[in-house]
């Protein structure tokens, strides 16, 4: 089964001219750890994939709208850059494209394949103004390997925990076939997990306790206005009394729905899973927890998160690093040698090197 799993995981991805990447050629791993200054790249790195699952569902001229056209789009724009070109590698399969910029603020695909190595590009395509391969589903076999996985990839970001953030709201109870990427329905979903998939909704709270000693359990029920309609509540160990989700802190809130991502039952675990600055707000042991959880969840699933957290950072290996660096206004992304940083690891943490800027990953001027 972990074979199966990791043939749809992206092993290798190649990007030219996207927004601060002029060039990114990167080897990719079951567990990938971002680690950069402000501004050096990692979200767009991040932001990347997203742009691809919107390529693949047919929304590119959505996507690059939202962005702000093709300008923004492209690497320094397109008066330095003329094109954005991608190339995915899963395994001996992957996609490739190019797109141009139109002079209506448009992007049009000036090549678009699936491919295998063995047999190359498969009905390379130009011209045409969103994706073609959703046409191929069953022409080529290619196409498993590589569209289901990158449709299930989903960027998590619970950075909101305000009084008006939607984890907070009544919802839908029936909005529960996926955990959506801002955990919205997070609700909906636990109450499915604890009908449906009782040991995972266990591991979950049990999980929870580790961080938030007094938490007792969800309190999971329709409204009672609406029996259509479900809120996040909970109940502290040894009490009956349910509160809401504006009862919880910050970062128990974000630590309960990364949490829940990261114990997905393995049909609803995206082949890729993309969290953002997951230690938000987290206690440090909180974040030595977390660090064990996405390292646990690693060894079958793939993840890429970006962190600028110290603490969390020490909790990893050399091997899971990519250091982003800043240079004369291009994100360039590098896996470091171990064998080059032997003596320092002897003395110091991964933390520490990156403080002393030894590994870089530091603001430069």
């Known amino acids: 089964m972990v074979e199966d799993i990791r043939d749809k995981q992206i092993s290798r991805i190649v990007i030219e001219g996207y927004k601060s990447i002029e060039k990114c050629d990167l080897e990719l791993n079951t567990l ?22 919107k390529i693949v569902d047919e929304q590119l001229q959505l996507a690059v709208g939202e962005s702000g056209g093709p300008d923004s789009v492209l690497h ?9 070109k991608a190339e995915l590698y899963f395994g001996n399969n992957g996609y490739k494209f190019s797109l141009i910029p139109t002079q209506d603020n448009r992007m049009m695909f000036e090549r678009e394949a ?32 590589v569209v289901p996985a990158i449709m299930s990839w989903t960027l998590y970001h619970f950075h909101d925990t305000s009084s008006t953030a939607t984890v907070k709201q009544i919802h839908n109870i029936g909005d529960n076939e996926y955990l959506r990427q801002d955990g919205k329905n997070l609700a909906a979903f636990l109450y499915r997990l604890k009908q449906q998939y009782e040991s995972n909704y266990k591991r979950i709270v049990k999980t929870i306790r580790l961080v938030a000693p007094f938490f ?15 809120q996040l509540e909970w109940i502290e160990a040894g009490q009956d009394e349910p509160f ?22 393995d049909e609803f675990m ?31 699933h793939q993840i890429i998160i970006s962190t600028q957290s110290v603490e969390l950072l020490n909790e990893f290996s050399l091997e899971d690093l990519i250091v982003v660096d800043k240079i004369k206004g291009d994100s360039i992304f590098t896996r470091l040698d171990s064998e080059k940083l032997s003596e320092w690891l002897d003395e110091y943490s991964l933390g520490e090197l990156w403080k002393k800027n030894i590994i870089g990953g530091r603001p430069n001027r």
């Open 32 to 53: 990938n750890v971002l680690i950069g200054a402000n501004g050096a790249g990692k979200s767009n790195l991040i932001s990347f994939f997203k742009l691809i699952s």
């Open 270 to 300: 995206p082949a890729t899973i993309l969290i953002d600055e997951p230690e938000l707000g987290l206690h440090p042991y909180a974040i030595k927890v977390l660090a064990n959880l996405i390292k646990s969840t690693a060894i079958d």
């Open 216 to 230: 007792g359990d969800f309190h999971l029920r329709p409204t009672v206005s609406n029996p259509e309609k479900i």
């Open 76 to 84: 320094f724009g397109r008066k330095k850059t003329e094109r954005l």
């Open 114 to 145: 699936l491919w295998w190595n063995v047999h190359g590009d498969w009905r390379a395509r130009g011209g045409h103004f969103e994706s073609y391969i959703a046409e191929q589903k069953n022409k080529t076999n290619i196409y498993n390997y």
């Open 244 to 265: 809401t989700a504006s009862a919880l802190s910050d970062g128990t809130l974000r630590f309960i729905c990364l949490v829940t991502v990261l114990l997905l039952p």
